[in-house]
């Protein structure tokens, strides 16, 4: 298994694994595709896969934003998913850690993420990992 940078060519497998993050959200694959694409050609966002033989099993997206409240660049981790044939076995605590050492690598103090209420596993995956739930997020569609 390899940790990248996902690539363009990246984006059916990494769509896949989308869907199972998401089973209940019908997901716009052209709408998925375009914001991917503008992702990997971003300076504030990093998309990491774990490949196996070359195909991504796995996928974490880092966003990295300046924060006045952290007084420079915080991170923020928006996607973690493994194929859910091969969860518990460690990769995506390998792809965390690289993401931790990535946000560090630029300059970044703190990293965050949110994850619903009913992802009991992935809270206990997440604390695991030294994070810790401090707060709730709140959103409004505009």
């Known amino acids: 298994m390899e940790i990248r940078q996902c ?14 993050l998401w ?7 052209g709408r998925m595709e375009e914001t991917y694409l503008r992702g990997l050609d971003s300076d504030s966002q990093v998309y990491l896969c774990a490949a196996m033989d070359g195909e991504p099993v796995a996928f974490c997206s880092l966003a990295i934003k300046n924060s006045i409240w952290q007084q420079g660049l915080l991170a923020n981790v928006d ?8 969860r518990r076995k460690g990769i995506g605590g390998e792809l965390l850690e690289r993401v931790l050492q990535i946000a560090a690598e630029k300059g970044c103090h703190r990293i965050e993420l949110d994850s619903a209420f009913h992802r009991q596993d992935a809270h206990r995956f997440y604390e695991a990992h030294g994070f810790k739930s401090r707060s709730l997020l709140f959103t409004k569609e505009i």
Do not use: M, T, Y
Request: charged fraction near 50%; proline fraction near 7%; aromatic fraction near 6%.
């Open 79 to 86: 996607e973690v998913v493994v194929d859910k044939r091969l």
């Open 7 to 20: 690539r363009r060519d990246d984006f059916e497998p990494v769509f896949r694994l989308l869907e199972q």
């Open 23 to 29: 089973p209940d959200r019908e997901l716009d694959h």
